[in-house]
């Protein structure tokens, strides 16, 4: 497959890292040459210097006879525009737009749209995730899979933790609540576990369970889950009010936003009454007395400033407050450093959208993807097709390498239940299907 992506920025990069490991070709078009000279020394990829508006450009990328176009650039005109010229000069079967001033995100078209096939707005991807995030009330880097009952998150696993120095065959045996392991963590090393790997303190573990089982197995592993009751958003800005669209009135009513631009707090008082609207600055001691933020059971810090929304959720917890959300926005790398702070949750924005346009380019089984450990654990949830060669098999006869692990199912009826050895693979149903990013092909050639 040869992809053309417009912007080499860290979005871009992140996307063509991911394609290129999976052995698609992938050329960048970008007005910067520094950026230009930065993507072809790091990726082994082509870059081109000049405007994606341009057709001669855009033949120079290989628009000709690529097989997507993407454009990720920071300005929604020049998605739009770049599509759209593509789309009536070019045979390129698909073409997608990163478009933050639309809510229209995350589904294919049915129709092309100024020759755009499909779009993703990246900060109502982020409010769909937080959202999910806040009404699980699972803030370990939790996601959840669209119509079925399962959650995947991340579960630290600290000192004291009942799980330290058992194998997993153990844990199985002493933990009553049902689960899959589908990754572990361990120091800078990432990779699938079996039945003989023990769990070590430090691991970080990605657990597939249900949604309603995901508090016992809180419990179980000394850790703990709650659902917010008093909620503070510092930020009234397009994810904050993408989030407010996601909550019921009435809920809303237990909710305060903080931003200190008083032309913001206005518009979104207006969209929200139920909302407590503030104007202050967050790094003003007298704010965090006056309003008692330290009562509140989550904040959520959705500024447009990475460093300002890791410094006040790591203060919040410091003062307080239950648990804390943290966006990072603009420099994934933070996001990194962030996850080793006190701060439960720490969503990129980059990474979310990567995902999504992942789900997209990967094909029409695929329903959703969402990654772990910086995109190193995959879990895809693929749809069984007719023709597929598993269909009629029992997983344990299914040769796996090690590269795979089927965790959750729902069948064509709505079923839902955790794999085991016995599960007969059948047309129709839906499989989570876990796996380290560098064997991904292999989970497409199987379920796919």
Known sequence: MQVVILGAGRRGMRLAR????????????????????????????????????????????????????????DSDE??????ALVSSQFK?????????????????????????????????????????????????????FPHTPFVLCSLPVTKGSPAVGLMLSQIRTKFQTEFVLSG??????????????????????????????????????DATMQRPKHICIVGAGRISRFMMDRFTPSSRKHITVIDYDEEKCEHFAQM?????????????????????????????ALTDKDELNIITSTYAKRMGTSHSVALVKTNPNYAILARHMDIDTVVSTSEVTVDTLMRYIRGEN????????????EVSEYKLLEGNELLGKQLKD????????????????????????????????????ATEHGHVDFAQRLFT
């Open 92 to 144: 390129i079967p698909r073409t997608v737009a990163a478009i933050r001033s639309m809510s229209y995100s995350g589904t294919e078209l049915t129709a092309p749209l100024l020759g755009i096939n499909y779009i993703v707005n990246p900060f109502e991807e982020v409010s769909k995730l937080i959202s999910d995030i806040v009404q699980s009330g699972v803030f370990l880097n939790s996601s959840t």
């Open 366 to 377: 695929i329903a959703s993807i969402h990654s772990l450990f910086d995109g190193a654990i």
């Open 78 to 83: 020049v998605n739009l525009v770049s599509c």
């Open 272 to 300: 929200f009454p139920e909302v407590l609207v503030i104007k202050a600055d967050i790094t003003e001691e007298s704010i965090w007395e006056d309003e008692r933020l330290s009562s509140y059971d989550l904040l959520i």
């Open 184 to 221: 572990i963590q361990r120091g800078k090393e990432t990779f699938l576990p079996s039945g003989g790997t023990t769990i070590q303190e430090g691991d970080s573990l990605a657990v597939v369970t249900f949604k309603d089982k995901m508090a016992d197995l809180l419990d179980e592993f």
């Open 18 to 73: 991911h394609l290129i490991e999976e052995k698609k070709d992938v050329t960048f078009i970008d007005t910067n040459p520094d950026r230009c000279n930065q993507a072809s020394a790091k990726l082994d990829c082509l870059a081109v210097n000049g405007s994606g508006t341009n057709p001669d450009v855009l033949r120079e990328a290989g628009c000709e006879v690529a097989d997507i176009f993407i454009a990720l650039t």
């Open 398 to 433: 299914v040769s796996l390498s090690g590269k795979v692990i089927v965790t959750g199912v729902t069948d064509k009826d709505g079923k839902s239940f955790l794999a085991n050895g016995s599960y007969t693979f059948a047309e129709g149903d839906s499989v989570l299907v």
